[in-house]
């Protein structure tokens, strides 16, 4: 044992405890092209084993924010891996790209081996449902940077897509129905806003139950982000898709417009899907102002396709065949903006 190390605040022995917890969550991400084990001092993914002609890879890095946050006060730390995986592999999906492999990053105060191993267990999850290898990471045990309870997590991925079938924007043309998937709730974005209303403002108890919400606010809050990609991907190898919107930071008026065309724009009718409880219920405890929210959130709406008209209708259909709740929220126009009816 290096005892000084341990004196300075590094435990390795904590840090052999937690590579042998995790590896189990590891293997169960194993996938097609995946080589070697983990422990080699870099990951490695064999792109001959796929079946592409032109391939591009479509790269991708994110993080969670100030979601861990509330992840520390509720003491629950199984899912905020899955939040971190559905960050980046969303951002690639976005491009058309199939995610391929992905490495963590995770930096601790104190290695406490059973917290990183449902950390990582969080990300295998997120890694199985998108058919990704988990190929590598690192855990950094950091004293004096972090508290001994705090950590902080970061994701890189790598897709693939047949050049021929990069999804980039340049289809999109006036009269394009927008096709909004429902997403989970908050996601991983705006919670700066969420914990200034929710702990700040308002001194909410996490734990307490909320009828509205239908269960306790901080596990409302700490709800994964969903991952779209294998109901996206069967949609655009079977249809043609001229655009996709992974709806995060900066809501709709932020991320639609990265889809488009010079002198194209959008109008939007919020009366045309679902949202999840918790906006209507952080809108009424902040004050915000209703346009002002679809700036900051995904108001329900977590990934957007762009497509042709007459794929509208079976475009829905088949990813109502995967569980998804899909609509038709909204078209794309001729004048530059975000254009929403309000209800």
Request: hydrophobic residues 40%.
């Amino acid at each position: 044992m290096a005892q000084s190390y341990e004196k300075a605040g590094v435990s390795l022995e904590a840090g052999y405890e937690s590579v042998r917890r995790i590896k189990k969550h590891i293997a169960a991400t194993e996938r097609l092209g995946m080589m070697g084990n983990i422990g080699s001092f870099g990951g490695m993914f064999d792109l001959s084993k796929l079946n592409y002609k032109e391939p591009v890879l479509v790269s991708g890095t994110d993080g969670v924010g100030t979601k861990l946050k509330i992840a520390f006060l509720m003491d629950k730390h199984d899912t905020i891996g899955q939040d971190v995986v559905a960050m980046c592999v969303n951002d690639v999906l976005a491009q058309g790209a199939e995610p391929l492999f992905f490495l963590d990053y995770i930096a601790v105060g104190k290695n406490h081996p059973a917290k990183i191993e449902q950390i990582v267990k969080g990300v295998a999850d997120g890694c199985v449902i998108s058919n990704c290898a988990l190929i590598g990471g690192e855990t950094a045990e950091m004293p004096d940077m972090y508290d001994e309870d705090e950590y902080d997590i970061a994701g890189f991925t790598v897709g693939v897509v047949e050049k021929s079938k990069l999804i980039d924007g340049s289809k999109v043309k006036v009269g394009d129905v927008l096709i909004g998937i429902q997403s989970s709730g908050v996601h991983s974005n705006g919670f700066s806003l969420v914990r200034k209303i929710v702990l700040k403002d308002c001194k909410l108890n996490l734990q307490e139950y909320h009828e509205e919400l239908g269960g306790k606010l901080g596990d409302v809050l700490l709800t994964p982000t969903k991952l779209y990609v294998r109901p996206v991907l069967d949609v655009i190898r079977n249809i043609d898709v001229h655009a996709i919107c992974h709806i995060t930071g900066g809501g709709f008026d932020e991320n639609i417009p990265r889809a488009l065309q010079k002198g194209q724009g959008v109008t939007v009718d919020e009366k045309c899907w679902e949202k999840p409880p918790i906006f209507d219920f952080l809108e009424k405890h902040g004050q915000i102002p209703h346009r002002e929210m679809f700036n900051i959130f995904n108001m329900g709406i977590g990934m957007m396709l762009m497509v042709d008209a007459k794929d509208k209708d079976t475009i829905i259909e088949r990813l109502a065949q995967h569980g998804e709740k899909a609509f038709a929220i909204g078209t794309v126009t001729d004048k530059e903006g975000v254009n929403i009816i309000l209800k």
